[in-house]
Nanobody, 118 residues
Framework: QLQLVESGGGLVQPGGSLRLSCTASGQRFSIYDMGWSRQAPGKQRVVVAR???????DDADIVTGRFGISRDNDKNVVYLNMNRLKPEDTAVYYCNAKIREQPEYDYWGQGTQVTVSS
């Protein structure tokens, strides 16, 4: 089992940058596909970035070129780098860990608020 804790959210002006971190506690972090999703008020949660486990050739999948995702398997951390932020990026950002084709291994963090506003 994994426990996920997000950090790095906050208030940022339009055009600014933030880096979110998700720290996992538990074993075998490297076998999990990791992802970031976000949920804006009144909207559904959507995936914004994914990065596969070490054994996959599919490295990363990102919905916008303004964001980047990376992971450090030695530190059990996955990062979401967000650049040129826009007000529409305002949302609660959640970290997710899962193992493909094993739905019983699907974990979420508590979320971190990102607010883009002047």
């Amino acid at each position: 089992q994994l426990q996920l804790v997000e950090s790095g959210g906050g208030l940022v002006q339009p055009g600014g940058s933030l880096r979110l971190s998700c720290t996992a506690s538990g074993q075998r972090f490297s076998i999990y596909d990791m992802g970031w999703s976000r949920q804006a008020p009144g909207k559904q949660r959507v995936v914004v970035a994914r990065i596969m486990n070490v054994s996959s050739t599919d490295d990363a999948d990102i919905v916008t070129g303004r964001f980047g995702i990376s992971r450090d398997n030695d530190k059990n951390v996955v990062y979401l780098n967000m650049n040129r932020l826009k007000p529409e990026d305002t949302a609660v950002y959640y970290c997710n860990a899962k193992i493909r084709e094993q739905p019983e291994y699907d974990y979420w963090g508590q979320g971190t608020q990102v607010t883009v506003s002047s």
